[in-house]
């Protein structure tokens, strides 16, 4: 049994499926460079554009698409290239003040991550139910059920057979890895980030922003990093909610955050690209739109979504030109 992904219609700067992000990135990209860092399961390539600049005042990554059903990471980041390559974003509007910043920083962005996980989920979740959106993170194993995908257990499932399924969820890659969890922090089992880690050793990128997605807009405080990235994490969110007010948008509180945040009992990719690459991870939680709690209201345009997400990369890339990264990854890390 094939089951067929349903599409609701999404707007042209929704830029999310896979097969229009990859003729997007073949054949209209010219100021980046394109790099390939590697190729998922399903021999799709993982691709990282570079737009470096002389004297950039920083070096750093944003990554879309870790999660396949989290479309709308994947068009920030596609706004974001195109932002850079046109001055403009892919609705026509302009972002003057992340444009600057972007324009005096070294910036990497790998826009899906997970092109496996994304073939296999809708394009958009935009004014649908959240139990949706959880069947296609989870997969559907084949008796129609739930592949065990809990994203708040403490023993949480790494891997699951996709032998056994109709189909394995975004959550996942293409062999059945979680994408964002880890046994060890000695490596990913994922090939797409483990090629992303070692795409992105020796570059000088001094932090790593990861876009996700569920009902609301907050950020992680990376709970395994040590005392120097806290108060930065802080500082983003101070300036964010800033940002986010004057837009009238909402913004939730720092997530995991204490004094000493709590670290939780299994890895993620911040604790890996922190270690191997000696590096400061942040972790950004958009909108998917979803409807059916009243909490997601009032409902955002799709385009305040996007928007959402070049809001937490504005305050990302500030941070980034006044040194902060640079500065605990000196202080953790050592080095000139
Ligand atoms: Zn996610």
Known sequence: MKIPIPQIKAPEFWLANVDAVERYLTTQVVRGRMHIAGYSTHVRPVRVLEYAVPHAASTLLVIGGTHGHEPGTVAAAMNLIHLLETGRDLAGKEHPTLLALIQKTHLYICPMLNPDGRAICPDTFYAQ???????????????????????DSSEPCYYFDPEKCLFIGGQFNGAGWAINRRLSPDHSEAVEVQSLLEFVKGRGIEAILDL????????????????????????????????????????????????????????????????????????????????????????????????????AITVFVELGSEGYYARANRQTFGGG
């Open 129 to 151: 139910g959240l139990d949706t959106c959880t069947i296609y993170a989870s997969g559907l194993q084949l008796d129609g059920s739930l592949v065990p995908y809990d994203a």
């Open 212 to 311: 996700h997605a569920c009902g609301y807009n907050f950020a992680f405080q990376a709970r395994t990093h040590p005392a120097p990235y806290w108060p930065i994490m802080r500082e983003w969110q101070r300036r964010a909610e800033k940002l986010f007010a004057s837009k009238g948008r909402p913004l939730g509180k720092l997530h995991g955050d204490g004094d000493p945040p709590v670290a939780p009992e299994f890895h993620f990719n911040s604790t890996l690209f922190h270690r191997h690459a000696k590096l400061m991870w942040m972790a950004f939680e958009g909108r998917q739109g979803f409807l059916g709690r009243m909490s997601f209201m009032p409902l955002p345009t799709e385009w305040e979504i996007i928007d959402d997400y070049l809001s």
